[in-house]
C-alpha cells in the first residue's frame, strides 16, 4: 500500500481543511490488510470521521449507474480542466493503493482467467474489459446520453496510457462511493479520502452519511466502538456472495455458514443488484422452496463442471505454489464456492432424508360419527 507517512498526511490535510479524524491507518488482520482502527472510544450516534466537502472529488454523475471506465474519464478530466483542484487532492491520491495493489474486474490479467474454472464468469470479465477500451478510446460510451467526451477527444491527454486509464478505472471501481437520491438531494458518486479506506464488514460499527449542517460526509458510530476496534461499514449487502466481492473489490469471505455466489442461485446474475436477497437458509432450509431434489441435480451439475475439487484447491494454496496474492485469491474464490455449493447440497439432501423418515405410510382412518375423513400419519 501507500507509504504509512501518506496516511498521516492524509489526516493533516483533512483537519486543516475543516475536517475530523477519529481514525488510524494500519494493518488490520495478519495477512497485512489495511484498514482503519478507532483512536479512542466512540458512543453510538458520535462522529467518528468526518470529511469535509471540499475535500471530496464530486464525479457529477446524475447516476448511481455509470460505469467506472466513465467515471474515471471524468476524473482524469478534472487534471486538464481544474488543475488547482487536481493538486488540492494530492494528499487523497498518495493514500490509495498503487498500481500493484489493487486489482478487480477492469485490470484482469488474461492468465488469471482460466483460474476462475468458469467460462461464464471470463466472457463477463472480457466484456467489462472490452468496455473499458470502448471508453478509452472513445469508440462509444456505454450510456447512450453520451454524457463524457471520452478523453482520447481531449486536448492534452495523449498522455494517458491504456494502463493509467485501466489504474484509474479500477480505482474508481472499488473505491467510489454511491450515494441514492433522497428528498433533497440527487444521486451523486464520489471519492471520499479517508473514509475509502474503510473496510467492509458485514456486522459494521459505523455508516457514512452526508451532513448539510457540516458540509461534511461523516462516519456515524452505530454501535459503541472501543479504542483500537477495526471500523468497518456495509457496502452493499451483496458482498456476502463471494462472486460479487471478487468482482467489485477482490476479496473473499470464508463466511459461516457459507453462502453460494450470486450466479449459483437459480435465476440470478452475477450483475443483478438485489440489494437484500433472501439469505441462504430462507431458501435451503428445512421446508424452504429449494429444499427439493431438482435443486440438489442443478447445483451438482454446476459442481461437476470445475476441473479440479475443492481438496487439490486447498493443496494449491498450501503448496507455496502461486506466488502471486492474486492467483491466491481467485483460487480461494474458486474453492469456496464449491465448498458452498457441496455445504448447501449436503444440506438439502439431509433435510429431504430427514423428512422422508417421518412421512411413514399415510393411512386413513375413519372417525366414528365424522363425516368426513381424517389423516393420521404413522411413524
Ligand atoms: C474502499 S477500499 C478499503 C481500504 C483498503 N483496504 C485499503 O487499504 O486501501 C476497498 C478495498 O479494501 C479491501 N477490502 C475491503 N473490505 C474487505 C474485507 N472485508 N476483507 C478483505 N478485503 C477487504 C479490498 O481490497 C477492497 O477492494
Known sequence: ?????????????????????????????????????????????????????????????????DTAAELATNLLRMRFEDPEIW???????????????????YIFQMEHLPLLQDPGMESLITRVMEWLDEVYTGATTVEPQYRFTSLAHHPGAADISREDFAYYTSLLDSYSFSF???????????????????NH???????????????????????????????????????????KALLNYFFVQDAEP??????????????????????????????????????????????????????????????????????????KFRMLRKRALRLTMQGVQAALEEAAQHTGPRVVVPIAGATCFQQACLE
Not at 497485512?32 to 472529488?57: H, K, M, Q, S, Y
Not at 461437476?304 to 481467485?330: C, H, K, N, Y
Request: hydrophobic share 40%.
Open 1 to 65: 500500500y501507500a507509504p504509512a507517512d501518506s496516511s498521516q498526511l492524509l489526516s493533516e490535510w483533512l483537519v486543516q481543511n475543516g475536517g475530523k479524524v477519529g481514525l488510524e491507518i494500519g494493518a488490520v488482520n495478519a495477512e497485512g490488510l489495511r484498514g482503519a482502527v478507532a483512536a479512542r472510544d466512540f458512543e453510538e450516534g458520535e462522529i467518528v470521521a468526518a470529511v469535509p466537502f471540499n475535500c471530496t472529488i464530486d464525479l457529477a454523475s446524475q447516476e448511481a449507474g
Open 87 to 105: 493538486a488540492h487532492m494530492e494528499p487523497h491520491r498518495a493514500s490509495l493503493p498503487g498500481r500493484d495493489q489493487i486489482y478487480n474486474k
Open 180 to 198: 441514492p437520491a433522497d428528498e433533497s438531494h440527487e444521486a451523486r458518486r464520489l471519492m471520499l479520502p479517508l473514509l475509502d479506506l474503510i
Open 201 to 243: 464488514g458485514g456486522q459494521p460499527n459505523v455508516a457514512l452519511k452526508r451532513d448539510p449542517e457540516s458540509s461534511c460526509y461523516v462516519a456515524v458510530a452505530v454501535h459503541p466502538i472501543r479504542r483500537g476496534e477495526e471500523v468497518t461499514h456495509l457496502y452493499s449487502w451483496s458482498l456476502e456472495r463471494n462472486d
Open 258 to 331: 457459507p453462502r453460494l455466489c450470486a450466479m449459483d442461485l437459480p435465476g440470478v446474475s452475477v450483475w443483478d443488484t438485489v440489494e437484500s436477497p433472501p439469505a441462504d437458509h430462507e431458501l435451503y432450509g428445512p421446508g424452504a422452496p429449494l429444499c427439493i431434489q431438482e435443486e440438489v441435480n442443478r447445483l451438482r451439475s454446476i459442481l461437476v463442471m470445475f476441473p479440479t475439487g475443492e481438496d487439490q484447491d486447498a493443496a494449491l494454496l498450501e503448496s507455496g505454489e502461486l506466488s502471486d496474492w492474486r492467483e491466491r485469491v481467485i483460487v
